[in-house]
Nanobody, 123 residues
Framework: QLQFVESGGGLVQPGGSLRLSCAAS????????IGWFRQAPGREREGVAC???????NYVDSMNDRFTISRDNAKNTAYLEMNSLKPEDTAVYYC?????????????????WGQGTQVTVSS
């Protein structure tokens, strides 16, 4: 069974940083594209960044200004480094995977999802 375990979320002050991890189990991450998504209260889930098996990262809007997606296939883990965090970044962050990557970071393009990790940016 394909599973993800996300970690690294928490409470951080504005301007702070967090590194989210997404550990895969039950499958080899090597053959899957990975995406990071977030959902704030009352809002739809939105894409943050995605990365293919051997492609350059793709960021939604201007997320690459502060966020960096990466993957370590040897550890079967993907990461989202978040810097200069703002209160509007507060959301539940999810990682997800797909075998059929088209370069899209749209949530509908991803099949396998983690349970999410809460990120709260507040002073």
């Amino acid at each position: 069974q394909l599973q993800f375990v996300e970690s690294g979320g928490g409470l951080v002050q504005p301007g702070g940083s967090l590194r989210l991890s997404c550990a895969a189990s039950g499958f080899t991450l090597d053959y899957y594209a990975i995406g990071w998504f977030r959902q704030a209260p009352g809002r739809e889930r939105e894409g943050v960044a995605c990365i293919g098996v051997s492609t350059s990262p793709n960021y939604v809007d201007s997320m690459n200004d502060r966020f960096t997606i990466s993957r370590d296939n040897a550890k079967n883990t993907a990461y989202l480094e978040m810097n200069s965090l703002k209160p509007e970044d507060t959301a539940v962050y999810y990682c997800a995977a797909t075998q059929y990557y088209t370069g899209s970071c749209h949530p509908g393009a991803y099949r396998y999802w983690g349970q999410g990790t809460q990120v709260t940016v507040s002073s």
